[in-house]
């Protein structure tokens, strides 16, 4: 039979959520169309594929077979796609680069400035993506390359370019007891409820939280921010502090919200994404410009 890779990626994504809900809401469907469609795809195969009396949704004995190759089919359809999009751009002269809030600063300016200089007439379109999806939106060719930080939780088939170190700070209440600090140590922060968000990765959460702590104390979580706005906020109203870059002091300000430099946190690598296996001349003179805004830097 012939495998509908659109029935695939419906049965992934219920399977990623564990729930037909909040799949659909993430496909766009309606809860009855999703269900619909992946029945269609038991149907075709002759088996049950997901448990639904299973809270949350898993694969069955059939399902968990199927799943493995089933991911890589999909994976590999859209590295095919993705490839054949970014010839499209380059051949139109456009590079879309993904960055998150703040992600470089200045240094983001320079970068273009020289892939422009490299190759006269290039467009640059910037394209701000949401924290989960620094990287796979390279895997999937929704951007050619984007600004990132750190922890990229599957870096299978990209490549990383260092752009900087960044240092990192911690936001606090113009208030609070460590606002008038000129540095904190993370020992100081022990016992502050710290942000979280619900729509990333625990692993991003907790690095950067710097979680766990040197002094083994655990770290108390408040409450969930999307966006840096949510967290100028939140942090304002004094219900958490938020550790992030110091690049965020440039781009982000709250009349009520103050930044302290913390000594003894790791310092964030801010790094160029791009796939593997691009070779365009676009990526190439990006790859380039990185180089030359590091070797500035040094």
């Known amino acids: 039979m012939d495998l509908n890779l659109h029935l695939v990626r419906y049965l992934v994504t219920v399977v990623d959520e564990g729930h037909f809900g909040r799949a659909a809401a993430r496909l766009h469907v309606s809860g009855p169309a999703l269900s619909k ?19 949350p949704v898993v694969p ?3 399902g968990r077979r199927f799943l493995p190759d089933a991911r890589a089919a999909l994976a590999a359809a859209d590295r095919a796609v993705a490839a054949v999009e970014a010839h499209r751009r380059t051949l139109a002269g456009v590079l879309r680069l993904g ?5 470089t600063g200045t240094h983001t300016r320079r970068i273009i400035d020289l892939v422009q200089r490299d190759g006269p007439g290039v467009s640059v379109q910037l394209v701000q993506l949401p924290w989960p999806d620094q990287a796979a939106a390279v895997r999937t ?8 930080r750190p922890p990229i939780a599957d870096t299978d088939g990209l490549r990383l370019d260092l752009v900087r170190h960044e240092p990192r700070v911690v936001a606090l209440p113009a208030g609070h007891r460590l606002a008038s600090r000129a540095e904190v140590a993370l020992d100081d922060l022990d016992g502050e409820p710290h942000v979280t968000d619900d729509e990333t990765d625990e692993q ?4 950067w939280a710097c979680d766990p702590r040197p002094s083994g104390v655990p770290v108390r979580y408040g ?3 999307h966006t840096m706005d949510e967290l100028l906020e939140v942090v304002a109203s004094g219900e958490a502090v938020a550790i992030t870059g110091s690049s965020v002091v440039d781009s982000h300000r709250h009349p009520e919200v103050v930044f302290v430099p913390v000594t003894d946190a ?5 790094s160029l994404c791009t796939r593997s296996d691009d070779r ?9 410009a990185v180089r030359a805004v590091r070797d500035d830097t040094r």
């Open 223 to 225: 409450p969930v921010v």
């Open 99 to 103: 960055f998150m809030t703040a992600a």
């Open 266 to 270: 790791e310092p964030c690598p801010i």
């Open 204 to 207: 991003w959460v907790r690095w």
């Open 141 to 148: 060719g929704a951007v050619d390359a984007s600004l990132v």
């Open 37 to 55: 469609q992946v029945r269609m795809l038991e149907r075709r195969l002759g088996a049950e594929l997901v448990d639904r009396s299973a809270h």
């Open 60 to 62: 069955t004995e059939a």
């Open 280 to 288: 365009s001349a676009l990526v190439g003179a990006l790859r380039r």
